[in-house]
């Protein structure tokens, strides 16, 4: 079966740097005020959503195949309800699952993603990191010709 499969994790040097710098101030706090230790165990749990959360997709003869793990359980939009899908370069849309100017947005780095609208008019964009091997990929399945 010929498929394209990506799987993506935030990997932001500066999301790292930022969670380091406020994993300081909370050990700090706890060191501190001993009676505070819940702030970790919240800070904790943050910090390994963050180390665990990544956004699989995989593409292939029957549909688009899409999960934000650990959150989301795996998604299909089969391509004869696509109406239109198209590789697009997009300025800043945020990192995550978030609801953005009438689409579903699902992305952990970058800019680049296949925006789909499917037949009963839903919005859903969906990050890559490789474009240009998904552009490869759909080019070469014949239910989009």
């Known amino acids: 079966m010929n498929a394209f499969s990506e799987r993506q994790y935030f990997r932001q040097w500066w999301l790292w740097l930022i969670l380091g710098f406020s994993g300081c101030s909370v050990v ?3 060191i501190q005020h001993p009676g505070q230790w819940p702030g970790l165990v919240i800070f904790a749990f943050v910090v390994a959503l963050f180390a665990l959360w990544r956004l ?3 593409y292939d003869e029957t549909g688009i195949h899409y999960r934000v793990w650990p959150l989301m359980a795996w998604r299909t939009i ?3 309800d696509v109406q239109e899908a198209t590789l697009v370069t997009y300025r800043f849309v ?3 699952i978030r609801w953005n100017f009438g689409e579903w947005v699902y992305n952990v ?3 680049n993603g296949l925006r789909i609208r499917t037949t009963t008019n839903k919005r859903v964009l969906i990050g890559t990191q ?3 091997e998904l552009q490869d990929f759909l080019g070469t399945l014949t239910v989009l010709h």
Do not use: K
């Open 78 to 80: 089969r391509w004869n």
């Open 56 to 58: 699989d997709t995989r």
């Open 28 to 30: 700090y706090g706890v």
């Open 94 to 96: 945020g990192y995550g």
């Open 130 to 132: 490789q474009p240009d």
């Open 109 to 111: 780095a970058g800019n």
